[in-house]
Each structure stands twice: as C-alpha cells, then as structure tokens.
C-alpha cells in the first residue's frame, strides 16, 4: 500500500485536508480499496471517472489518505477565482490552459510534476459523464498524453456514489442540483492495477495512437466500475462530441421542416394579392 507521512504533503495541503475530511466523513460511507496498486514512489496519473460535482472531494479524500496525494489538472479559469486560486496554487494543483493549441505544451506542468514524482489527477473525460446511465464516455487523450510522454503508469480509479448525494444535473428544469446528504450514502472507490500501455510505448503521439491509448484507459476504468456496480456495461461507449453533432443536425432538420410550413400563409397572402391586382 502506498503510504507517505503527512509532513510530506505541506502546510497548504494539510490546512485543506483538516478543513474539507470532518465533513466528508459525516456525509460518507467510505468503501475504498485498490491502494496496493499504487507505486509508493515515484510519479504516476490517476485517470478518474467523473459522476458528481462533489466527487473531485470524495476522490481526493481517498487518494488523500493513500498516502500519495493528487495533483489535479484544473480549469485554468479557476485559478482566477480569489480564494480558489489561493488553495489550488498553495496546494499544487495544475492548470490545464484549453485555449492552448499545442496540446504537449499544455500539459508541460503536468509532465514536470510526474517527472518530479508526483501524482496527477485526471478526468480523461473532461466533463461530467452524459451517458444515459452515468457510464465513462469516451476520454479526452490528456491522461494518455502524460503516460506516454513520462513513461510513467496509469492507475484506473472507479468511483459510485457521489452521485446520490450532488446529483450531476439540476432536476426538474429548475436549475438546481439537489443536495441529498441524508440518509447517510456510500461512497465506492476502487484503483486497479496499472493499465498496460507498452503497445503504444516508444511510438509517434499520433492522433490514432493517443486514441487507442486513450481508450484502453478508459476501458480499465469502465471495468473496474461494472465491478462496483455489478452490471454490465454499454457495448458502445457514450461519445459526447457525436451526439453534439446528431442533436446539432437534428435542430437543423427540425428548422428546415418548419421553413416551408410557415412560407405557406405568405405564398397564399401573395397568391391572393397577385389574384386581387388580375381582377
């Protein structure tokens, strides 16, 4: 088991955990396990699932107490917040500049922190999961990306639960996303063993290449959830950008079936005109 004393994690990170762990254990069953898969050395990416706004604390409560604490990739934008900025900076915390055009030199700190023997956190996904059923849509390359880069392995983390207490959507139309703290919920999270990538090792970070890497990530982590949930999951992974372009090209049919429809009223005003000046 990957074990670290907590003098190495620093005054910030300690200050953060002292404050966010008493709640998170009131809210939380906690069912954690998979740590023996983690090197106690060394630097090494967490790839994540993503189900809840919540769940980057419950993650971060276990990996917390793994020994090995995350640095998480984080929307640059958050840096800019006043006192976020001051917690994720003072914390170690990534940002990930999206407005960048070159994907490897957006992930140069990242790649640094690995390289110095870090931990960093990822959400290949990106986003929230919008698969009907909450399973890992397809990933984002960034996870692969720092894997093949540094070398280093990437350990699969599953998590189930957070969900029922910060559901991911608002309910009902109304905006809002329910807070369901009672009854007290469980909190599932399992890593597994590193995913091998060795078939990707040493080759050329083409775009073919990070994708099949990236989905081998992705399908250790959806198996590792399938095992939480006792299910099977989707044959076809939920692909966010596809159904973006369906439901882009679904309005635009539903519009051009609408054109014609509200043309008829003028064709038969100017129908009627054109009869009115004849006679």
């Not at 992930?107 to 929230?128: M, N, S």
């Not at 250790?220 to 692909?239: H, M, N, S, Y």
Request: proline share 8%.
């Amino acid at each position: 088991m990957a074990r670290r004393s907590n003098a190495q994690y620093g005054f910030w990170y300690r200050l953060v955990a002292a404050i966010a762990k008493p709640p998170l254990t009131v809210l939380v069953k906690r069912e954690w396990s998979g740590w023996e898969h983690m090197p106690a050395e060394g630097g090494f990416i967490t790839a994540v699932n993503h189900i809840s706004y919540l769940d980057p604390l419950t993650y971060a409560h276990y990996q917390y107490n793994s020994g090995r604490p995350p640095r998480f990739l984080a929307k640059s934008g958050l840096f800019a917040i006043p006192v976020v900025s001051l917690l994720l900076r003072n914390t170690g915390q990534i940002p990930v500049f999206r407005e960048s055009t070159d994907a490897a030199h957006a992930f140069r700190a990242a790649v640094a922190a690995v390289d110095k023997g870090e931990c960093v956190a990822v959400y290949p996904e990106g986003t929230l999961t919008r698969d009907p059923d909450m399973w890992p849509m397809t990933g984002k390359s960034g996870a692969a990306r720092i894997a093949l880069m540094t070398g280093a392995p990437v350990i699969p983390v599953a998590q189930w639960g957070a969900q029922e207490i910060v559901p991911p959507y608002a309910e009902g139309g109304r905006g809002r996303r329910r807070f369901r703290p009672f009854p007290r919920h469980r909190v599932t999270v399992v890593a597994g063993p590193p995913v091998d990538l060795s078939r990707h090792q040493g080759k050329e970070l083409t775009a073919e290449v990070l994708r099949d890497a990236t989905e081998d990530i992705m399908a250790a982590i959806t198996a590792l959830l399938a095992e939480i949930r006792g299910e099977k999951a989707p044959e076809v992974r939920f692909d966010l950008r596809r159904s973006a372009r369906q439901r882009r090209a679904e309005r635009a049919a539903e519009a051009e079936a609408a054109r014609p429809a509200a043309r008829k009223p003028v064709e038969a005003e100017a129908g009627d005109a054109a009869e009115e000046t004849a006679k």
